[in-house]
């Protein structure tokens, strides 16, 4: 296969992911997709409004959803200011990403095929999504519907235990999105290139241990089932170690090279 239109990422939040992102990025020459990125920026967006109140105020437990959004903007002082929704958007993706919960499938799917969309739906490694079954079957009726095609899914695996002994260590460049482990990768303390001059080092505010063990098990009752479904599909299915003994970028490009039946380097065929 060497016309390769979409390949989507998946793995459990910590599994390793980005290294084996960037090489598809580079291989097949695809731009980055990813969910997580799309509701950090709303979450940047909630964060720059500083409300410093309780979010579950907003959250109605009897009916299982928030309030409407008019009465949300009301109790925040927002309504008719510009910006208003994506107030609105970060505040709830804040309020689920900060649990370690998933993001409900009906505001995913819709952000998701929008920013697919203004990628003209092809040419992306898709990072992060699908995550549930029913994001499984939005993905493939919409790549049908949009008549592109899903060459590949490469599962990332890895134990809990050593994702959670490397997310709590993880720290990320706001700038550049560059990640660094405070044991294993430090950031450094001199800036070297144009990004790290502004670098800005900062931990997810996802990453501590209550939320990640909340994701781990969000993967474990949700996940897995998108993982079924697409394998009954027949989406081409690639599952690669996260964790390699000797970790390097040629031994994570050689890992996912022999799992795709890719040639080592040189011209792109699956
Ligand atoms: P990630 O950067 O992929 O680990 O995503 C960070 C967080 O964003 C997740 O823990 C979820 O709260 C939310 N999220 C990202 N992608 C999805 C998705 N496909 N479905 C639901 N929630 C998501």
Wanted: proline share 5%; net charge negative; with cysteine.
């Amino acid at each position: 296969m060497d016309d390769v239109q979409n390949v989507v990422v998946m793995g459990k939040s910590g599994a390793g992911k980005q290294p084996r992102v960037d090489f598809l990025i580079r291989r097949f020459n695809l731009k980055q997709l990813s969910t997580g990125d799309i509701f950090r920026h709303y979450l940047g967006l909630f964060k720059e409004f500083a409300y410093a109140g309780d979010l579950a105020a907003f959250y109605d437990s009897a009916a299982n959803d928030f309030i409407p959004d008019a009465a949300i903007m009301e109790q925040l002082g927002i309504i008719g200011r510009p910006g208003a929704d994506d107030i609105v958007l970060g505040l709830k993706a804040t309020y689920y990403v900060n649990q370690g919960l998933f993001v409900p499938d009906r505001i995913t799917n819709a952000l998701f095929e929008s920013a697919f969309r203004a990628m003209d739906f092809r040419g992306a490694v898709i990072d992060g999504f699908p995550r549930t079954r029913e994001q499984a079957e939005f993905l493939l009726n919409l790549m049908q519907r949009e008549g592109v095609k899903l060459d590949a899914v490469l599962l990332v695996e890895n134990e809990d235990e050593l994702i959670i002994n490397r997310t709590l260590g993880r720290r990320i460049c706001k700038s550049c999105g560059e990640l660094f482990h405070m044991e294993f990768r430090p950031p450094p303390h001199e800036r070297q290139n144009e990004c790290l001059k502004k670098c800005d080092i900062v931990q997810r505010s996802d990453d501590n241990l209550e939320s990640l063990k909340k994701r781990l098990s969000e993967f474990r009752t949700k996940t897995r089932p998108a993982i079924d479904y697409l394998r009954e599909q027949g989406t081409p299915f690639f599952p690669v170690p996260g964790n390699l003994p000797n970790y390097s970028k040629e031994a994570v490009e050689a890992s996912v090279c022999e799992v795709m039946g890719l040639a080592p380097s040189g011209a792109a065929s699956i």
